[in-house]
């Protein structure tokens, strides 16, 4: 839309001390640097971050910024920064570069609004990537969770319990199979003075 060939677009890393590059297009022209490089927020790109305004130059290998080019970089006629401003918060920018003509305020403006607009694609992404990570953990608790609901059919006399399949088996069993509990066995103070009659049991055992 502006004419520029070259740019990228990055964003703030999580200490807010360099970009992290999303995406990347050099129009073509050779560029040595390593992309896994880190980009500091230094020259044109801090006065965006400060300001929190599109920013462009238009002699920019002969501006003082052309200083913080690494080495290898690809050259630049010119450059245009604009901000992702979220929540009244610059959390990056959009780069462009080497328009065949001057950038101007027209075009300043215009990617300051594509950058408003990639703002929110990005406020609803990242709540869209939080919104799919809670379901997927509710999917997981859910898949993991075993309760038991309904009426459970029991045996009157023996206490074992029909499944639905139609098969009965111990409520220890049942219990394991259809929830997260672990069962242990022991005796209540009835049945301890029933089996061990001689046997002294306190209120509470």
């Known amino acids: 839309m502006t004419g520029a060939v070259a740019g990228y ?11 992290e590059v999303l995406f990347l297009e050099a129009g ?5 640097v390593d992309e896994n490089l880190p980009m500091p927020i230094r020259g044109l790109r801090a006065t965006v971050y400060e300001t929190g305004k599109a920013a462009y130059e238009n002699e920019f290998m002969n501006s003082d910024w052309v200083s913080f080019m690494p080495r290898g970089h690809v050259a630049l006629r010119n450059v245009m920064f604009a ?7 610059t959390v990056g920018l959009i780069g462009m570069a080497n328009k ?10 215009m990617a300051t609004v594509f950058g408003d ?11 869209l990537d939080q919104l799919n990570e809670k379901n997927a953990m509710l999917e997981k608790t859910l898949a993991e969770l075993k309760t038991l609901q309904g009426l459970i059919p ?6 074992s319990v029909r499944d639905d399949q139609g098969f009965w088996s111990q409520v220890e069993t049942y219990l394991s199979d259809h929830t997260n509990a672990m069962v242990s066995h022991s005796l ?11 046997l002294a049991v306190d209120a509470g055992t």
């Open 9 to 19: 677009v990055a964003l703030l890393n999580e200490n807010g001390s360099e970009n």
């Open 28 to 32: 073509g022209l050779p560029c040595s």
């Open 83 to 89: 901000p992702l401003n979220l929540e009244g918060r």
């Open 100 to 109: 065949p003509s001057d950038f101007t305020d027209a075009d300043a403006e």
């Open 117 to 127: 607009l990639a703002a929110v694609a990005l406020m609803h992404s990242r709540n």
């Open 154 to 159: 029991m045996c009157a006399n023996c206490k």
């Open 188 to 198: 209540c103070p009835q049945c301890v003075r029933r089996l061990y009659p001689g």
